[in-house]
């Protein structure tokens, strides 16, 4: 028993001489997703690929693509799961106690939780030849639509870029750069649509607020994490001075993140990555709620099986950024489709991929 504060790192996995197959119950894969585009954001260098680990139990899959920025890589993620599948056993039915005992055992490692949560949330749905909206009670209509990701580049380029994504309706725009004005300038020379912004920590405060103004003149609808991660009162401040919604993404992780941001932003960015599944996923909706905070349901670059499963989710939030396997050449999968942007769920049991 590691208990539920240990974790894997990328320190405490090297001193594992090598990687073994999670024995037991759980079978795992590590793929490398292409990316179309090299991607930017920014607090991190261009990447041009991702690796995705993905997991089968019982018949069940689920898949997790760990960021380092919250500490976790495929390596963490392979020996997390090594070590929790011993544990997994009994009635696999009871979800809720399965993550109790995972949990209890590796707490820290939410990208492998998060994995272990989709494959038994697919598995149970299969079993009851039941897709996953209908397992919850949620209406597939009431889906709303994706934004569509537009990574940071020279202003020229990422005019070319949106001009491109022409089949989604609304946009989610990457700034952070000394540059940002000249890009939503640029971006407005070719679209109308809605544009949702997302900083990624880049602003200070001050420059936030500046920028906001700004920024509210070209239509943007909202701003994600304008400012560092653990400065609340950063956020709290920029809230106070700004005409935009805030939605905290790097800034919120789980539920009990949630009391603390009260006052500080009007929504948050839910990704089952950073919280730990679909159980987590939930219970974040509905503490947001209680507190009046608007939702997001956010990615990272996954397949079609990540985002699926967050799909079967969206009908219970105002803001669907689900657009990870959009961005890649190699999907594995067909899942979730798009009708003018709109979500269209799969109607086949669990997640419902092929
Ligand atoms: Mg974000």
Not at 13 to 39: A, N, Y
Not at 54 to 78: H, K, L, N, Q
Not at 243 to 261: F, Q
């Amino acid at each position: 028993m590691l208990g539920r504060f240990f974790r894997y790192t990328e320190e405490n996995v090297k001193i594992q001489s090598h990687l073994t197959e999670p024995q037991g119950i759980i079978k795992t894969q590590i793929t490398e997703l292409q990316l179309k585009d090299p991607f930017k954001i920014a607090r991190r260098a261009t990447d041009a690929a991702r690796q995705v680990v993905s997991v089968e139990i019982d018949g069940g899959i689920g898949e997790t693509a760990p960021a380092r920025f919250y500490g976790e890589t495929v390596e963490t993620v392979s020996v997390a799961l090594e070590t929790i599948a011993p544990t997994l056993s009994g009635d696999l039915d009871a979800i809720h106690d399965v993550m109790e005992v995972v949990e209890t055992t590796l707490g820290g490692n939410y990208a492998a939780k998060s994995a272990i949560d989709m494959a038994l949330h697919d598995r149970l749905g299969k079993k009851l030849g039941v897709p996953l909206y209908q397992l919850w009670g949620l209406n597939p209509h009431r889906t709303p639509c994706t934004s569509f990701t537009i990574g940071l580049d020279e202003p020229e380029v990422m005019a070319e870029k949106t001009r491109r994504a022409e089949m989604y309706p609304i946009l989610k725009v990457k700034l952070g750069t000394p540059r940002d004005i000249e890009i939503i300038q640029k971006l407005r020379d070719v679209t109308d649509k809605p544009i949702y912004v997302d900083a990624n920590t880049a602003w200070t405060p001050k420059e936030a607020v500046r920028k906001i103004r700004q920024l509210a003149q070209y239509g943007v609808v909202l701003i994600e994490q304008p400012t560092k991660s653990d400065d609340l009162a950063g956020l709290k401040f920029v809230r106070e001075h700004s005409e935009l919604p805030i939605i905290a993404d790097e800034s919120v992780k789980r539920a009990s993140d949630i009391p603390a941001l009260v006052g500080c932003v009007d929504g948050i960015n839910i990704k089952l990555v950073k919280c730990g599944g679909l159980l987590e996923a939930h219970r974040m909706i509905h503490v947001a709620r209680a507190h009046g905070l608007s939702v997001m349901l956010g990615c990272m670059i996954e397949s079609s099986l990540g985002i699926t499963a967050a799909a079967h989710l969206t009908p219970l939030v105002d803001y669907a950024d689900l657009d990870g396997h959009l961005l890649i050449t190699n999907d594995p999968y067909i899942g979730v489709t798009l009708d003018e942007g709109k979500l269209i769920l799969p109607k086949r049991p669990g997640i419902g991929v092929t």
